[in-house]
């Protein structure tokens, strides 16, 4: 067996790279293990959205405003160029059944002390010119901002590098290995044995298999989301854009989105993300379908069709790929950010769906902060493992990620 670690972070996905920074940083020796090379599972198969705008006001809204705040001076603090653009993000309203609802929406959230705001009449189409003419409101919230989710990774891997933090690549880790009380002594791998009093798993939507080696049960499900990439082009659309509609279906609200019955089986909605070099992304579709992330082209075509009714100009732009990554669901929609009780030295960061990205810093500060036991920055309690066997009720969250 080599040399003992502090800590050992499975997943180089963009939890498992942040919890390697936030704890390398605290002078903690840890040994990240990624089955391929970093950035190899959702984390790079996703949007790079960053958003209060679609979350619950109360401790969804506040852990995503917790996350924002890292977020704006991470840049500066790893010191590598992830794309990061704080424009804002926007929901577009449909009708006036829709407006009602979103008028409501901008007051909770700003008593909940969120930028938001709601535009109307002119200011929608000066503020996106390209919108389709009937769009009557626009939600936005300033202090959201889009990445480049993979550059993220890298920045987090190469920082974490810089403070002592080993990286393996191509180390699969096979189970977690346990000693005579049940407590964390390491992880068994296709490189060997490597030895640690605390493991962090870090997996992604693969996180119940490995815990299961030691019996843990942690309740993540594969939900896939399929992406459209467009050519580079004359600006569509400014800033990131999404459909209030969606939000309003996922809310359980009585009033439901005028679309054919193919567009809630698949579950489209508008997601736009302009990217700094000209292309856009068109999302997204979510379903269950165990691990597969084979495009469909009855999604690709239901995408396309849903973005050219809010911008009719992306009737004339070419779509240059698709792709499809697995959002790790939880059923009450918070991630799981906690010690797994049952064996001593075991923690789980995993479960974020369609919001990984966005909650990455917050979730590496505060995994360092329980390995550590410091007070952390907000309450975890939400975030617990046991939440699952305590209720079938949780917090409560969505997102349009
Ligand atoms: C279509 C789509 C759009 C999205 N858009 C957004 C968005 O705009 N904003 C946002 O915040 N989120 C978004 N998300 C969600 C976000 O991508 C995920 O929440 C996030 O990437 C999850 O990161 P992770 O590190 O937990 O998992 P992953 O990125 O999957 O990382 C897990 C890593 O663990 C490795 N691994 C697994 N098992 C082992 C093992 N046994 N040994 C070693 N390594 C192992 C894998 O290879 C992988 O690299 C989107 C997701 C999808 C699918």
């Not at 992830?82 to 700003?110: H, I, M």
């Not at 096979?174 to 493991?199: L, M």
């Not at 269950?288 to 009719?312: M, Q």
């Given at each position: 067996?080599?040399r003992?670690h502090?800590?050992?972070?499975?997943g180089g996905?963009?939890?498992?790279?942040?919890?390697?920074?936030y704890?390398?940083?605290?002078?903690?020796?840890?040994?990240?293990?990624?089955?391929?090379?970093?950035a190899?599972?959702?984390?790079?198969?996703?949007?790079?959205?960053?958003l209060a705008?679609?979350?619950?006001?109360?401790?969804?809204?506040?852990?995503?405003?917790?996350?924002?705040?890292?977020?704006?001076r991470?840049?500066?603090?790893?010191?590598?160029?992830?794309?990061?653009?704080?424009?804002?993000?926007?929901?577009?309203?449909?009708?006036?059944?829709?407006?009602?609802?979103?008028?409501?929406?901008?007051?909770?959230?700003?008593?909940?002390?969120l930028?938001?705001?709601?535009?109307?009449?002119?200011?929608?189409h000066?503020?996106?010119?390209?919108?389709?003419?009937?769009?009557?409101?626009?939600?936005e919230?300033?202090?959201?901002?889009?990445?480049?989710?993979m550059?993220?990774?890298?920045?987090?891997?190469?920082?974490?590098q810089?403070?002592?933090a080993?990286?393996?690549?191509?180390?699969?880790?096979?189970?977690?290995?346990?000693?005579?009380k049940?407590?964390?002594?390491?992880?068994?791998?296709?490189?060997?044995?490597f030895?640690?009093?605390?493991?962090i798993?870090?997996?992604?939507?693969?996180?119940?298999a490995l815990?299961?080696?030691?019996?843990?049960?942690?309740?993540?499900?594969?939900?896939?989301?399929?992406?459209?990439?467009a050519?580079?082009?004359?600006?569509?659309?400014?800033?990131?854009?999404?459909?209030?509609?969606?939000?309003?279906?996922?809310?359980?609200g009585?009033?439901?989105r005028?679309?054919?019955?193919?567009?809630?089986?698949?579950?489209?909605?508008?997601?736009?993300?302009?990217?700094?070099?000209?292309?856009?992304?068109?999302?997204?579709?979510?379903?269950?379908v165990?691990?597969?992330?084979?495009?469909s082209?009855?999604?690709?075509?239901?995408?396309?069709?849903?973005?050219?009714?809010?911008y009719?100009?992306?009737?004339?732009?070419?779509v240059?790929?698709?792709?499809?990554?697995?959002?790790?669901?939880?059923?009450?929609?918070?991630?799981v950010?906690?010690?797994?009780?049952?064996?001593?030295g075991?923690?789980v960061?995993?479960?974020h769906?369609?919001?990984g990205?966005?909650l990455?810093?917050?979730?590496?500060?505060?995994?360092?902060?329980?390995?550590?036991?410091?007070?952390?920055?907000?309450?975890?309690e939400?975030?617990?493992?046991?939440?699952?066997?305590?209720?079938s009720?949780?917090v409560?969250?969505?997102s349009?990620?």
């Amino acid at each position: 067996m080599s040399r003992a670690h502090d800590v050992i972070v499975v997943g180089g996905g963009v939890i498992g790279s942040a919890v390697a920074y936030y704890l390398s940083k605290k002078g903690i020796d840890v040994l990240l293990c990624e089955r391929g090379d970093v950035a190899n599972g959702t984390s790079s198969s996703c949007d790079g959205n960053v958003l209060a705008i679609d979350k619950m006001p109360g401790f969804d809204s506040q852990i995503t405003f917790e996350s924002q705040k890292l977020y704006d001076r991470l840049e500066t603090e790893l010191g590598h160029d992830f794309e990061y653009r704080r424009l804002g993000s926007t929901l577009a309203v449909e009708d006036e059944e829709q407006a009602v609802t979103a008028r409501d929406w901008v007051r909770r959230q700003k008593q909940a002390g969120l930028p938001m705001r709601y535009l109307e009449g002119q200011e929608v189409h000066d503020d996106e010119p390209q919108l389709a003419t009937d769009i009557i409101g626009l939600v936005e919230c300033a202090s959201d901002s889009s990445l480049n989710p993979m550059a993220v990774v890298f920045g987090f891997v190469l920082a974490s590098q810089r403070h002592g933090a080993s990286v393996k690549r191509f180390t699969e880790v096979r189970s977690v290995v346990t000693g005579g009380k049940s407590e964390v002594t390491g992880v068994d791998t296709s490189e060997g044995r490597f030895a640690a009093p605390k493991v962090i798993i870090c997996a992604g939507v693969w996180t119940p298999a490995l815990a299961g080696t030691v019996g843990v049960n942690v309740p993540i499900t594969p939900r896939k989301g399929q992406i459209l990439v467009a050519e580079r082009t004359k600006t569509i659309g400014r800033r990131k854009l999404m459909e209030f509609g969606y939000l309003m279906a996922k809310f359980g609200g009585p009033a439901k989105r005028k679309v054919e019955p193919d567009m809630e089986k698949y579950g489209i909605a508008l997601v736009f993300e302009p990217t700094p070099h000209g292309n856009f992304l068109i999302g997204s579709s979510r379903q269950f379908v165990g691990f597969d992330t084979v495009c469909s082209s009855r999604v690709n075509t239901l995408l396309a069709r849903r973005a050219i009714r809010f911008y009719p100009a992306i009737r004339d732009v070419k779509v240059i790929r698709s792709y499809a990554g697995l959002r790790p669901y939880t059923d009450d929609h918070l991630p799981v950010v906690s010690e797994a009780p049952e064996v001593p030295g075991l923690y789980v960061a995993a479960g974020h769906e369609g919001d990984g990205i966005g909650l990455a810093p917050v979730t590496g500060l505060l995994m360092s902060q329980m390995v550590t036991r410091e007070q952390p920055v907000m309450p975890v309690e939400p975030l617990r493992l046991d939440r699952f066997q305590r209720s079938s009720v949780g917090v409560g969250h969505a997102s349009c990620s």
